[in-house]
């Protein structure tokens, strides 16, 4: 069993950068796929980025590419998402998920951290 909790979010204002953690519990860290996503107000969950249990292999969403940036401490059981130049777009509770296959769903999620980014 996984447990991921994040923390980070808050209110920031249109340009500026916040950096969301996702911290884990269980020695088997270092053999999970984690990725973020993100769900706005009646809106579904969209994936926005991933990290494989390596740190070797990370795709993001386009809508966040050169502003986002994920990584991993495998020695910490952190996965961080480091966001800059927000955008109100970017507003919405923030979930880190994890799983230990390589590909498709993912089992095991956080209970969300929200960002609110003010124009």
């Known amino acids: 069993q996984v447990q991921l909790v994040e923390s980070g979010g808050g209110l920031v204002q249109a340009g500026g950068s916040l950096r969301l953690s996702c911290a884990a519990s269980?020695?088997?860290?270092?053999?999970?796929?984690v990725a973020w996503f993100r769900q706005a107000p009646g809106k579904e969950r969209d994936f926005v980025a991933s990290?494989?249990?390596?740190?070797?292999?990370?795709s993001y969403v386009d809508r966040v590419k050169d502003r986002f940036t994920i990584s991993r401490d495998n020695a910490k059981n952190m996965v961080y998402l480091q966001m800059n130049s927000l955008k109100p777009e970017d507003t919405a509770v923030y979930y880190c998920?994890?799983?230990?296959?390589?590909?498709?769903?993912?089992?095991?999620w956080g209970q969300g951290t929200q960002v609110t980014v003010s124009s």
């Open positions: 998920a994890g799983d230990f296959m390589t590909i498709g769903k993912y089992a095991y």
């Open positions: 269980g020695s088997t860290f270092n053999r999970l796929r």
């Open positions: 990290i494989n249990w390596s740190g070797g292999s990370i």
